[in-house]
């Protein structure tokens, strides 16, 4: 405990962005999200105007359980979108900042919203499954053009089909 | 009633379910036209034809309640131009239900049945037909929000329409006790233990006649894996441990086998796989099979409406004793699909297979060598409308 106490004593809290290559790697960071944020702005924007749909839709048909779930999302979706909205709008419309504080603040916001809507997303669809709710409103990303996931589930059903055989060559 | 009028009133039975039950149902028709360089897999004159085909495909699946059903069924209808004899309808059915008791116990139960059809021996001679029907359950236990234990048991029948070759036809049983943990929240490692059969009630080889079910095997398993996500952007699926598959004559097999998979998501538009299985499977051709297969897999999206699919693979196949062969297979896959509209997209396809095979003649007084060779090419286009 002495030897923590002394340690976390005499260590310097160095978490500013100094040192070149720090600032090079914080650079390619945003860089990468700059890359990737239309992509994520658009399939979470189709996310979220479904979940308005959805939401109206349980309102309509008196779905109590369905309607909790969605209460207790909705504000939350909305106001992460709005955060990466602007982000992404910050870094495409005026490109990776130089000076060293609005880098700072834009690499912490990039790296907080990386994901967008989606864990928000994920918690709404657990509560549905806990309420049994039907499949209609749950939030697939693959209906609203998650590209990735698209992407991944083809790729998995790509497979050969014709059988590991040699033709002229009889069973045993 | 002739094929055609079956596929016709196929066809008029889901529109007709897709108006009434439109909540649970769904389904695909495909219909389209492909060439085939290579028919029969002959590595000597090339014997290319067109085809035209039609795949009904239908899903019934039920709401996430207690109590649910799952049914799905998968058609094939190919008709060959100048080969006649290969003219084949394929189908694919699974019934399934769901039995959740306060997300604790979960009980899965399934029934199904395939027809498959191997390509024919030989030029005038009709493809090789065999039914296999297939059974199981699942039971799990959550005993807390991470950690699952499960026991599994398949059944599986594999029967042959040719009287010539009753001798193939087959069950296989296997029971799997297993336990899963999560370790983050989208990723599991698990472990299993697994014990099965497989017997052959007519089992000699073609041309004897003493009933000594020389193919009859066991299996032991057991096995480990560690599935889901390693980051935001990269998945695996893995799989490894020791087999024991015994069979009563000629070589048996105990060796560790394996399943590796990566996925890397390179931008949201690019997608990319790679693996490495090393697996073995019970063979009609000799006791058992050793399976390494390498591929790669790449997707992208193009524009809004084009997807882009493409597979490489390297198979090295080793057959056991006592019909010992060793066989390399080189696939190359090409998939484009362009979405006409949300309900209809077209595919345009180009696959092709080379094979290079090497066998051992144990036989003395043996004429003809075995080992055959061959190159296919197969390239078409199809549309295919979702409902």
Request: with cysteine; glycine share 6%; net charge neutral.
């Amino acid at each position: 405990v002495i030897l923590l106490f002394v340690t976390l004593l005499f260590s310097t809290a160095n978490a500013d962005l100094t040192e070149s290559k720090d600032l090079a790697i914080a650079s390619a960071l945003v860089r990468e999200f700059r890359s990737e944020c239309p992509h994520i702005y658009n399939s979470d924007r189709l996310q979220t105007e479904r979940m308005y749909k959805n939401f109206e839709k349980a309102k309509a048909e008196d779905e109590r359980e369905v309607l909790a779930c969605y209460q207790q999302q909705v504000s939350q979706v909305k106001a992460v979108h709005f955060l990466y909205k602007r982000l992404c709008d910050e870094v495409t419309i005026h490109g990776v900042p130089t000076e060293v504080n609005a880098l700072s603040r834009v690499l912490v916001m990039s790296r907080k919203h990386r994901r967008g809507v989606r864990t928000y997303v994920g918690q709404l669809n657990d509560c549905l499954k806990e309420a049994w709710a039907h499949e209609s409103y749950y939030l697939d990303y693959k209906k609203t053009g998650d590209e990735s996931s698209l992407l991944a589930e083809r790729l998995r059903l790509l497979k050969p089909r014709v059988p590991f055989k040699a033709n002229r060559y009889d069973y045993r | 009633m002739n094929r055609i009028s079956r596929i016709v009133v196929l066809l008029i039975i889901l529109f007709v379910a897709k108006a009434g039950w439109g909540k649970v149902f769904s389904g695909e028709v495909g219909l389209g036209s492909h060439y085939e360089s290579n028919v029969f897999y002959l590595d000597e004159t090339d014997h290319g034809d067109l085809v035209m085909s039609v795949k009904p495909k239908v899903k019934v699946h039920t709401k996430p309640a207690m109590f649910r059903l799952k049914v799905d069924f998968l058609g094939e209808y190919l008709k060959y131009l100048n080969f006649p004899e290969m003219d084949t309808m394929l189908y694919q059915g699974q019934l399934g239900v769901t039995i959740n008791e306060h997300r604790q116990l979960e009980l899965n139960i399934y029934g199904g049945g395939e027809l498959k059809a191997d390509p024919a021996l030989y030029k005038e001679q009709e493809r090789i037909l065999h039914q296999e029907i297939n059974g199981g359950g699942e039971l799990k236990w959550r005993a807390s929000d991470i950690s699952t234990f499960f026991i599994n048991g398949t059944y599986k029948m594999d029967t042959f329409a040719d009287e010539e070759r009753k001798y193939l036809n087959n069950y296989e049983v296997y029971s799997e006790v297993g336990y899963d943990y999560k370790f983050l929240p989208e990723t599991s490692i698990y472990w299993a233990a697994g014990y099965g059969l497989q017997t052959y009630p007519e089992g000699f080889y073609y041309g004897k006649t003493s009933p000594n079910r020389k193919s009859d095997s066991s299996i032991l398993a057991f096995m480990g894996g560690i599935r889901g996500r390693l980051s935001d952007k990269t998945k695996l699926d893995t799989k490894g441990g020791l087999l024991f598959r015994t069979y009563a004559k000629d070589s048996s097999f105990a060796e560790p086998v394996f399943n590796l998979r990566f996925e890397e998501q390179v931008t949201p538009r690019d997608h990319l796989s790679v693996g490495y299985n090393y697996e073995v499977e019970d063979s009609y051709f000799t006791n058992y099979m050793l399976i390494q297969e390498m591929f790669l897999g790449y997707g992208r999206i193009l524009g809004d409406q084009v997807l882009l699919l493409t597979r490489l693979s390297y198979a090295y196949l080793s057959y056991s004793k006592p019909i010992r062969r060793e066989d390399q297979k080189i696939i190359t896959l090409f998939h484009l699909e362009y979405s006409i509209n949300p309900n209809l997209r077209m595919i345009t396809f180009v696959e092709s297979e080379v094979l290079s095979s090497d066998s051992y003649n144990t036989e003395l007084g043996t004429i003809r060598d075995p080992s055959v060779n061959y190159e296919y090419v197969k390239t078409g286009v199809s549309f295919s409308y979702l409902f």
